[in-house]
């Protein structure tokens, strides 16, 4: 069974910076997306950025030119560094593996991202 762990949220100000890492316990097949999505409360999830085995990467209008995913298939980690933020960015962020070839869909447990003064 495979377990993605994460890490790296918390109180931002306004403008400020966070890196979210998400590291997957367990085998991950090497055909794969990695992505991060997230929940406001009350609101619907939605994805943020996902990054594809081979480095083909999409974004979200609201984040494209702030937020960054990366991906190290070495050590099953892909990582989201959040700059500008903003307090619409507040959210728990999530975590997702989803299989290509072989299929399988994993989430994290989720982490809280603040933004506030």
């Known amino acids: 069974q495979v377990q993605l762990v994460e890490s790296g949220g918390g109180l931002v100000q306004p403008g400020g910076s966070l890196r979210l890492s998400c590291a997957a316990s367990?085998?991950?097949?090497?055909?794969?997306?990695m992505g991060w999505y997230r929940q406001a409360p009350g609101k619907q999830r939605e994805l943020v950025a996902e990054?594809?085995?081979?480095?083909?990467?999409n974004y979200a209008d609201s984040v494209k030119g702030r937020f960054t995913i990366s991906r190290d298939n070495a050590k099953n980690t892909v990582y989201l560094q959040m700059n500008s933020l903003k307090p619409e960015d507040t959210a728990v962020y999530y975590c997702?593996?989803?299989?290509?070839?072989?299929?399988?869909?994993?989430w994290g447990q989720g982490t809280q991202v603040t933004v506030s003064s």
């Open positions: 997702r593996a989803r299989g290509l070839a072989i299929a399988y869909n994993y």
């Open positions: 367990g085998r991950i097949f090497s055909t794969n997306i």
């Open positions: 990054i594809i085995s081979g480095g083909s990467t």
